[in-house]
């Protein structure tokens, strides 16, 4: 049996809604997990219920990668002659979270 395309809309009937922020937390939680495991690499993952309660998955200090993205959102934002100062990987890793349309609110 193959599954059918969910529609990207607002789930309308509460419990459903609340049912799937539920599994798909979880999921989205599970596979920051295993991205960082098995890449090595630093992960933040920050949700907020409806109802404002938090929900965060951090591979290392929340509080450092919060920092650490701030610093290259910083960066990325700096003229051409600046940014050549800086280590290409470094740039390349802030731009591309640039790109991805990545929004905190401070």
């Known amino acids: 049996m193959v ?8 789930i309308e009937n509460a419990t459903s809604r609340q049912v799937t922020l539920s599994k798909r937390r979880n999921g989205l939680l599970k596979k920051a ?23 965060e998955f951090a591979s290392s200090s929340m509080q450092k990668l919060l ?7 910083k960066e990325c934002g700096r003229s051409e002659t600046n940014k050549k100062q800086d280590t290409q990987v470094q740039s ?6 640039k790109s991805m349309n990545l929004k905190f609110n401070w």
């Open 67 to 73: 920092e650490r993205y701030e610093t290259c959102s």
């Open 33 to 55: 997990y295993e991205l960082s495991v098995l890449c090595d690499a630093e992960v933040g993952l920050i949700v907020f219920s409806p109802s404002g309660k938090l929900y």
């Open 3 to 10: 599954r059918g395309k969910t529609q990207m809309k607002r």
């Open 92 to 97: 390349q890793f802030c731009c591309k979270f």
